[in-house]
């Protein structure tokens, strides 16, 4: 190969990037209007739904006919400011009419987190890993209203933890799964890395006050592990090799999720989660949860009643409604919004994320939630109802 072909294929290569920019200017702007719900933005970045974002902008869905959706203030929620102050702009100030106005101009709604802002987290003399009061949280009456409203009108409902679990109350979380076909156990779980409290500053104070209140002031545990809490405080622990043949939980996913979703059959998943059950008479369930427990993690879960796989991705998607759950903080990844403005840049995945950090949350967007998100718009974008188009 002569020097002037190399030439040009090293100018190809270093070109790339532009090529890819200017093929995603070139793509169709389409509208679909989403009403986005996030109640734990504690930075303008909007981590809890800045992946929802990137799909949105990635493939040119606009919010009107021609802007694209902005990260920090194309949601209802919690609108962080400086010096520790703060606005609330969620759909609580809505009357009935407001509602019924949003729920005819949206074609979808996401809740991607109720669960709010604490005192901890907001401000700044208090500790991160203590448990405080509530700022704001907790799904309201008038997103319940919204959300039943979008059902009759037959839109798109996408929801994930943590919209029903605390601090939304059992009255609205009873709504919810009366409507949406699907029941929450009460318990929600993690995954550490490192369950030593001397090596893991991220390790909530309060869970081990929690499990040390009921198990004589004892906390013996060292290595990874997943821990479980539920609403009354009560905390299981689960630690590798005591419990666990492997710590990190796994979404497994079907055959039929696998081929539609292009979503891969196995894929560790390191943050937040909750055990629920579905009603598979109204909801399919295409991927679970599985913790690989041995007998003695498998007698520990048993004795509370939790199950060793539930349900991770389940819906419904017929004529009268078409409705999404994700059981874990799908929508909060650490993601670059730029990168979403280059053509197929989902093909270039493998730079980036870190492939040796089983921490590194980067991963699961590119690998599960971009394809599973982007095909459910897809498939709304070309069936959804008229009226909204």
Known sequence: MNRNIKRVLAGAVLLTPLWMYMAWLCTPKKQLVAAIIDKTVLTSKGQEHASFSWVLNHEKYT????SLYDVSSDYFGFFPGKDEQYKLKGLERFSTNDLEKLSNDADLVYVTDAYGIYRNEWYKENRKT???????????TEDMHYLEMMKAKHKLILTEFNCIGSPTNDHIRARFEE???LRWTGWTGR???SLDTLENPELPRWIIRDYQRDHNNQWNFKKAGIVFVNTTDEVVILETKNHLNDALPKIITNAAGTAHFNL???MPYPFWFDVTMADTAVNTVIANFSIDVNEAGKKSLTEKGIPCSFPAVQYHRQNDYTFFYFSADFSDNPVNLFSSRF???ESMKFLFYNHFDELNRAAFFWKYYRPLVTTI???YYHTKPKASQ
């Open 63 to 66: 919010k009107n006919k021609t």
């Open 130 to 140: 203590e448990r405080s009061g509530i700022v704001y949280g907790g799904m309201s």
């Open 179 to 181: 409507n949406f076909g």
């Open 191 to 193: 995954y550490f890395n």
């Open 264 to 266: 891969p059959q196995t």
């Open 343 to 345: 053509s197929a840049v």
């Open 377 to 379: 718009l897809k498939d």
